[in-house]
């Protein structure tokens, strides 16, 4: 059964930063591409950053280009974001997610979802 377990989440003030990490179980960790995913109340779950099977590939959304980085530990079993810079449209619950196809975490359809951590940042 896979699980994938996100922590890190917290309140911080605007302007500082934060790191999520997202353990994940019970697949070949190496064989899934992963990502991260935000959503706030009554709004769709938007994508936020991928990161390929390797770690040699990332791509991000354009609202956190530049002051969010993915990366991965294929040892650890662990992908983490961190997210510097932070505003408060940056508050929502982060998701990460894992899916054999890279397209399919850029495209908000991967197979597994994690249950979620809160990020709340004040102005």
């Known amino acids: 059964q896979v699980q994938l377990v996100e922590s890190g989440g917290g309140l911080v003030q605007a302007g500082g930063s934060l790191r999520l990490s997202c353990a994940a179980s019970g697949r070949t960790f190496s064989n899934d591409a992963m990502g991260w995913f935000r959503q706030a109340p009554g709004k769709e779950r938007e994508f936020v950053a991928a990161i390929s099977r390797g770690g040699g590939s990332q791509y991000y959304a354009d609202s956190v280009k530049g002051r969010f980085t993915i990366s991965r530990d294929n040892i650890k079993n662990t992908v983490d974001l961190q997210m510097s810079s932070l505003k408060p449209e940056d508050t929502d619950v982060y998701y990460c997610?894992?899916?054999?196809?890279?397209?399919?975490?850029?495209?908000?359809?991967?197979?597994?979802w994690g249950v979620g951590t809160q990020v709340t940042v004040s102005s």
């Open positions: 997610a894992a899916d054999p196809t890279f397209h399919n975490i850029v495209v908000v359809n991967p197979r597994y």
